[in-house]
């Protein structure tokens, strides 16, 4: 007759479920002021990814006064868009560790870029952006 420890028994299920689950990541939601203090980017869930949309601009308006509009998007229809309140952070979905993967819309060339999001510590993160997934840029952002 085979005997089962229940310390052994638990511990290989838990491993089990372990190794079975999700990667989990950590919490990225908040408001973030990106490198240099231009802007902040309040990243929120989107089911189980994440979304981030500007909500402060150091300079927020034009010369003439008028809010900065998304003016360099390729859509013309698009161009309209006040730059506060837009969506920069496409859902990004986990991809490991306190880590997401997705795309970021850089509304000063119009262009969407596949990018990481990546958590080093509570109140820092990295946001790398690339171009053909060899020539990238990485921000250093802070948690407000």
């Known amino acids: 007759m085979?005997?089962?420890s229940p310390t052994l028994t638990t511990s290989a299920f838990l491993t089990a479920l372990v190794c079975a689950s999700p990667v989990l990541a950590g919490d990225a939601t908040g408001t973030w002021t990106t490198e240099g203090g231009k802007s902040r980017v309040r990243i929120?869930?989107?089911g189980s990814n994440i979304c981030g949309a500007i909500v402060w601009l150091q300079e927020p308006n034009t010369e003439?006064?008028?809010?900065?509009?998304?003016?360099n998007n390729p859509e013309p229809t698009k161009r309209t868009r006040?730059?506060?309140?837009?969506?920069?952070?496409?859902p990004?979905?986990?991809d490991g560790p306190d880590r997401w993967a997705g795309s970021i819309y850089n509304p000063e060339d119009?262009?969407?870029?596949?990018?990481?999001?990546a958590l080093s510590g509570d109140k820092e993160a990295n946001l790398k952006g690339c171009?053909?997934?060899i020539l990238c840029k990485t921000q250093t952002w802070t948690r407000n």
């Open 110 to 117: 119009g262009k969407t870029y596949s990018a990481s999001f």
């Open 82 to 90: 006040p730059l506060i309140g837009l969506q920069i952070i496409l």
């Open 2 to 4: 085979i005997r089962f």
């Open 44 to 46: 929120t869930a989107c």
């Open 64 to 71: 003439k006064g008028t809010p900065k509009l998304d003016g």
């Open 92 to 94: 990004m979905q986990p």
């Open 131 to 133: 171009v053909a997934m």
